[in-house]
């Protein structure tokens, strides 16, 4: 069951990367990469430490905040 999500993480996490490279000139890919890792790694620490503090008010918050986010950025991403 793992792999169901860390294989797509995986594959997201590289799409991603190869989109920002893409996006700058050749020059500037490093200092892209580094800012995506530090952004992706800053929103998996402020991810754990919110689906920590939803978990408190009971096992099914956290899971029902992130579909809620999950549709906000699909509505935003359809509308940009």
């Known amino acids: 069951i793992s792999m169901l999500v860390t294989i797509p993480s995986a594959l997201g996490y590289s799409i991603m990367i ?19 890792s530090s952004l992706t790694a800053a929103g998996f620490g402020i ?7 939803l978990g408190v008010l009971g096992p099914f918050v956290p899971f029902a905040t992130a579909s809620a986010a999950a549709l906000l950025s699909a509505v935003l991403l359809y509308v940009w």
């Open 18 to 36: 190869t989109i920002c490279s893409n996006a700058v000139s050749h020059t500037e890919q490093g200092w892209i990469m580094g800012i995506t």
């Open 47 to 53: 991810g754990s430490v919110i689906t920590g503090t």
